[in-house]
């Protein structure tokens, strides 16, 4: 950021490639259309019909250049894709080098790839809003420039969003409904990002209505006092109470217990004593008991829910007083159950497989205090669970004493996956890299969006960040795909994808090695063509092909030691190097014996 008092002195070169894009103020054909770059130069209303994707291939520092008053240019969600290599490179400049100007509105705009998105200088009452500077070096640059309102616009730039100097400008309106740049509800300020995730719209606090709950500083005199912001952190309607029940003694986690609020949830703690309930934000009572004559109930826990989406509450079960006790024990059988077990599944039909370490006459099973249902163990038979936590009681009654042994196990099921993903689509257009964005489903409990690329897995992007920047790429084209996960592993298996190609040059090479078919050896010397190009492989075997965008019939001669090879087709439409190594076979060698005879002999 610079709040100095900088002045930008510079030299613009514009090449106006038709008739300059003049208005005739009053006429009845509406909004002057607008195709390519060039220069507004009267009063009126303006409109881009189409896409300028080589701004940055023309003779051009600026693209679109507004040096009147009073213009209007609407350029109804349509971009302009500049060249970085370009020093100095605009996208939009507002500027007249003779006098200052006021009142120009420049509205729907997308601007990639520039050093510079928009540059604003003596100028005055402007409006930019509903634009995307994104990918740029910078996203706005204001010199000498005052009164001016810029507000519900999206910046996400490499170096710095917006440079100003210590002249007042406007950068939000009066927070009102309506659809923001981002799909929000409320329109005021701007969305502040950066590359890396961490910018200001990305790292605030919500207030509520899609607004961060602090302003953000832009310089002197250039405050956004409404900055949108997609960061959720309101605390859903919902909260856990957790917590394991001990031994007071040992401190061990008992399982089996029954644990209940005061309004009536019921739960039984796991193998480790672990418990948990799903509840409303309020003040609970919670009551803990076990079928164990060695402990008292503990029914005194009070828990009380509110700014904290979990509460952690332990509870400890009071051992009895213990004495001498003559007779004899007899004991009954220990019940095992292998499944469920205490996990998370994404699954309803459950495998139920329990064991005894004595001989049982009737097994039951207690799922979520629906009953008891008689069952015999066999290797297929399964429990119907339901979404959220269930709690299963197995018992069984030995045939040695007829007593009834039970065990106890907590389980979440969690078999529905989030949404997908919604509008995928690539904001970029640069040779190396593509910025893929998307909206996340509306889901509570998504947690992240697994990302692939031509089908490789590559990594995993948290809830709310909602796009995924590949860089390092060779020109061509790449297909994105993604997957949602919820907070307990549950996964969206269908793939949403969009195919997006980088921005390719003009020029293509075919590159690779001429490899002897027999021994691998490479072979220098061989000369290898096509139509519009020919090169001979260096010492190492390698050769190089500059070609257009196309198919191209290769052809490798090296006579008289090879035989010629014609048969390869190469395809450089979707690549700006394609590799492609070529084999020789050679020719078969030996002696000739015989007499030379001269011609007429």
């Known amino acids: 950021m610079y709040t100095g008092n900088f002045y930008m002195r510079y030299n613009f070169r514009i090449v106006i490639v038709s008739t300059l894009l003049m208005l005739f103020s009053g006429s009845a054909l509406g909004a002057t259309p607008i195709t390519q770059c060039g220069q507004i130069n009267s009063i009126g209303d303006y409109e881009l019909t189409e896409n300028i994707w080589n701004a940055g291939n023309e003779a051009v520092v600026s693209c679109i250049i507004i040096t009147s008053s009073n213009v209007n240019f609407e350029a109804q969600d349509h971009f302009v894709i500049g060249n970085l290599a370009v020093s100095g490179s605009i996208g939009v400049l507002i500027h007249n080098a003779t006098?200052?100007?006021?009142?120009?509105?420049?509205?729907?705009?997308?601007?990639?790839?520039?050093?510079?998105?928009?540059?604003?200088?003596?100028?005055?009452?402007?409006?930019?809003?509903?634009?995307?500077?994104?990918?740029?070096?910078?996203?706005?640059?204001?010199?000498?420039?005052?009164?001016?309102?810029?507000?519900?616009?999206?910046?996400?730039?490499?170096?710095?969003?917006a440079i100003v100097d210590t002249n007042f400008n406007y950068w939000n309106t009066t927070k009102i409904s309506g659809i923001n740049i981002i799909g929000g509800s409320k329109i005021g300020g701007n969305f502040w990002a950066a590359p890396a995730g961490n910018g200001f719209s990305q790292m605030c606090t919500n207030n509520g209505e899609g607004i961060c709950d602090q302003t953000f500083e832009i310089g002197t005199n250039n405050i956004d006092h409404l900055p949108l912001t997609n960061v959720t952190t309101t605390l859903p309607g919902y909260r856990f109470i957790n917590g394991t029940v001990r031994d007071n003694v040992t401190h061990d986690g008992l399982s089996g217990v029954k644990v209940t609020t005061n309004i009536g949830n019921t739960t039984i703690t796991d193998a480790s004593g672990f418990y948990s309930f799903n509840v409303t934000p309020g003040s609970y009572q919670l009551n803990a008991t076990i079928n164990d004559i060695r402990y008292n109930n503990n029914d005194s826990v009070p828990v009380t829910t509110g700014s904290n989406l979990e509460v952690i509450q332990d509870i400890d079960l009071i051992r009895k007083p213990t004495g001498t006790i003559n007779g004899k024990v007899t004991r009954y059988s220990f019940v095992t159950i292998s499944s469920p077990q205490g996990i998370i599944y994404h699954i309803t039909q459950i495998p139920l497989i329990v064991s005894a370490d004595r001989e049982v006459s009737e097994w039951k099973y207690n799922l979520n205090g629906t009953g008891d249902e008689p069952f015999t163990p066999s290797d297929n038979i399964n429990i119907t669970a339901g979404e959220g936590w269930n709690n299963l009681v197995v018992s069984a009654r030995d045939n040695h004493t007829g007593l009834r042994d039970s065990n106890a196990v907590s389980f979440l099921v969690d078999s529905i996956p989030p949404a997908s993903v919604t509008y995928l689509h690539n904001i970029s257009y640069a040779t190396n890299f593509i910025n893929w964005t998307w909206t996340d489903p509306a889901d509570d409990d998504l947690a992240k969006v697994m990302v692939y690329l031509d089908g490789e897995y590559l990594e995993d992007v948290d809830k709310g960040v909602q796009y995924y920047n590949a860089s390092g790429l060779i020109p061509g084209r790449y297909t994105i795909g993604t997957r949602t996960v919820d907070i307990n592993g549950t996964m969206n298996a269908t793939m949403v994808t969009n195919t997006s190609t980088t921005i390719m040059p003009l020029e293509r090479y075919i590159n690779g090695t001429v490899i002897d078919k027999v021994n691998r050896s490479t072979v220098p010397g061989v000369l290898v063509s096509t139509i519009g190009a020919f090169n001979v492989t260096n010492e190492t075997g390698f050769y190089s092909l500059k070609v257009i965008s196309g198919s191209f019939d290769i052809t490798a001669s090296l006579v008289p030691d090879y035989y010629t090879n014609s048969s390869i087709t190469v395809v450089t439409e979707y690549r700006a190097v394609m590799i492609q190594d070529i084999e020789l076979e050679k020719k078969p060698t030996g002696n000739i014996t015989g007499i030379v005879m001269a011609a007429g002999d």
Do not use: D, H, Q, R
């Not at 402007?126 to 010199?143: D, P, Q």
């Not at 309102?149 to 996400?156: G, L, R, S, T």
């Open 99 to 161: 006098y200052p100007i006021t009142n120009v509105t420049v509205k729907n705009i997308t601007l990639n790839n520039f050093a510079y998105g928009f540059y604003v200088e003596n100028s005055s009452n402007s409006n930019l809003t509903g634009n995307n500077a994104s990918n740029n070096s910078n996203g706005i640059y204001l010199v000498n420039s005052a009164n001016n309102f810029i507000y519900n616009n999206y910046f996400n730039n490499s170096m710095t969003n």
